[in-house]
């Protein structure tokens, strides 16, 4: 009589629980603008549009193009190539919402319905100041229908207030992001400070994020005034805007109060160099954000509640997990063998990438190794997660990459895809 007590009580506790998750959700959705983008951070997810947006030549460093927020270097997001046509990159990221980040069902519909927007819409070389804006709120359109706020056709529309050489407005600037680097586990919870061509500008791309947002700033300037031989008056507000950075660190954990104030840092040392960004507003208090706080917040209230009825509901919970991971489609199957993406290695013209459901992530197989095995950590299944760990050293103990010239060894990519997979099946 007093366990089935105890277990009325529980039940009631978790039914609480529930309600007030879902009045915590609906509360985020509410601030953000409706949009719950599930694992995935808005700094990666958003649809961004920008001259230089790919520097990875000549021609299209000239022109005005989509990419992604991840380009190239999330691990969801970074798999998709930078495009003239913005609904190609819109597509991309409403089934990533979908596949991968498990973003709510009224988040993906108001993807698809924002996409039809942007299906057409076309960057290009040469455009005028008038053409650029039109892009740009394309691009903030469609990310306010997902619950991100972006300012592009601002950005887009305003001539340089200043003279940045041979550099980018998209390049140079100072950016501040919640998962803006995600080669690892914990850089991708934190805000962190990055230039704007992080990883893929030829000039920008060398610096790594930081915490600290004036080790960034100060690099920054550093480019401007030896790489773009831009002018003198750049470089001396460049520098005088630097003091303001200094010591403004970022971190994990963050409010959407602190994560704003360091987007308004980034604002102010941009503008001091006459690029428009409006990173005070594109992630403090975003659906991505809202979402951390609100599972970290349940995560505690439902560990309490997890010791108080453990006892009585272990062998129920038990239950629950094994239906769950059933139902993931990520789970052990009674082998031993664990149901996910195959790892692939993707040939498009010259670039030998792995990649997976038959599109390109990267030369280095261990990123999209690691979305695999996160998908296992996302879905509680410790023991596939631990299998797919020991695979993923084995993989990484070959040293067997992808090569942009087409002078990989296909053969090796091939057996280090198969081994992988072999693993886990």
Do not use: H
């Not at 003239?84 to 988040?107: E, H, M, P, Y």
């Not at 305003?158 to 850089?187: E, F, M, P, T, Y």
């Not at 695999?372 to 596939?384: D, Q, V």
């Not at 760990?389 to 087409?406: I, M």
């Amino acid at each position: 009589m007093q366990n089935n007590g105890n277990k009325q009580a529980g039940k009631k506790q978790q039914n609480n629980n529930n309600a007030a998750k879902k009045q915590n959700n609906a509360g985020k959705q509410a601030a953000a603008g409706g949009g719950n983008l599930g694992s995935c951070s808005a700094a990666a997810a958003q649809l961004k549009v920008a001259l230089g947006a790919d520097s990875s030549d000549a021609q299209r460093a000239k022109e005005v193009r989509f990419v992604p927020g991840g380009f190239k270097v999330d691990p969801i997001f970074g798999g998709q190539g930078s495009a003239l046509n913005g609904g190609i990159v819109a597509n991309f990221i409403c089934d990533r919402l979908a596949s991968d980040c498990k973003a709510s069902a009224a988040t993906v519909s108001s993807c698809r319905t924002a996409q039809k927007n942007v299906e057409g819409k076309k960057g290009g070389a040469n455009l005028n100041a008038q053409q650029k804006q039109a892009l740009g709120k394309v691009a903030d359109d469609f990310n306010k229908a997902i619950g991100i706020t972006t300012n592009f056709a601002a950005s887009l529309k305003r001539r340089q207030a200043s003279n940045l050489g041979s550099c980018s407005a998209g390049a140079a600037q100072l950016k501040v992001a919640l998962g803006a680097d995600s080669s690892d586990a914990q850089r991708a919870k934190e805000v962190r400070f990055v230039p704007g061509g992080f990883k893929v500008d030829p000039i920008f791309g060398g610096q790594g994020s930081a915490l600290n947002g004036g080790i960034v700033a100060n690099f920054i300037c550093d480019r401007l005034a030896s790489d773009c031989k831009a002018s003198a008056a750049t470089v001396a507000a460049c520098r005088a805007a630097q003091v303001n950075v200094n010591g403004k660190k970022g971190g994990a954990g963050l409010s959407a109060d602190q994560q704003k104030a360091l987007g308004q840092v980034a604002d102010t040392f941009n503008k001091a160099i006459g690029i428009t960004t409006n990173f005070a507003n594109s992630f403090g208090g975003t659906a991505g954000n809202g979402q951390q706080n609100n599972n970290g917040n349940n995560k505690k209230q439902n560990n309490g509640n997890k010791k108080q009825n453990n006892g009585n509901n272990k062998k129920q919970n038990n239950q629950n997990n094994n239906a769950n991971n059933q139902n993931n489609g990520n789970g052990a199957a009674a082998g031993g063998s664990c149901s996910a993406q195959k790892l692939e290695v993707v040939v498009v013209g010259k670039e030998q990438r792995f990649g997976l459901n038959g599109q390109q992530v990267a030369l280095n197989p261990i990123i999209p190794i690691e979305r695999i095995c996160n998908s296992f950590a996302n879905n509680g299944n410790s023991a596939c997660k631990a299998k797919c760990d020991a695979a993923k050293a084995g993989a990484a103990a070959t040293g067997v990459k992808g090569n942009s010239q087409g002078q990989g060894d296909l053969a090796a990519m091939q057996k280090l895809a198969n081994d992988f997979n072999a693993a886990l099946a």
